[in-house]
């Protein structure tokens, strides 16, 4: 895998925190347990994502996770992100790096936590949706 890079500098992790409708939204797997502890209170096991209700909430959790070490990325216009297959098509190895997905007429559509997994996507069938997103 392309895991690594000559890029030293790359030492901090990246979130992408999403704007979607009234929530803040994030997917990543902390191999540190005492970290996913600190966050678990916006833990939503149904959708696998943390959930934040509020700027407040958001600004408290992207303190934490920078004190930890990651950088955090704030997103409103998910439309980079956002990618769509046929839902009568196999989806299940998108859906796992999406932060959220929905139904469309024919089309299982996701955001995707970040352009890496957009592309990883795009590889496995998806495309990505014009216009709105």
């Known amino acids: 895998m392309s895991g690594q890079t000559s890029d030293a500098n790359a030492k901090s992790d990246k979130i992408n925190i999403f704007k979607i409708g009234s929530l803040w939204c994030f997917k990543y797997f902390f191999g540190d347990r005492e970290i996913f502890m600190g966050l678990a209170d916006y833990y939503n096991r149904d959708k696998y994502r943390f959930e934040l209700k509020n700027v407040g909430e958001r600004n408290k ?20 992100y956002t990618v769509k297959i046929d839902r009568f098509k196999k989806y299940a190895p998108i ?25 990883e996507a795009i590889a496995k069938g998806a495309e990505k949706v014009e216009g709105e997103s």
Do not use: P
């Open 95 to 119: 859906l796992k790096n999406s932060v959220d997905s929905e139904e469309r007429g024919n089309d299982k559509v996701f955001i995707m936590k970040d352009l890496a997994s957009v592309e």
């Open 61 to 80: 959790v992207m303190k934490y996770l920078e004190e930890k070490g990651f950088e955090t990325t704030l997103i409103e216009d998910t439309s980079e």
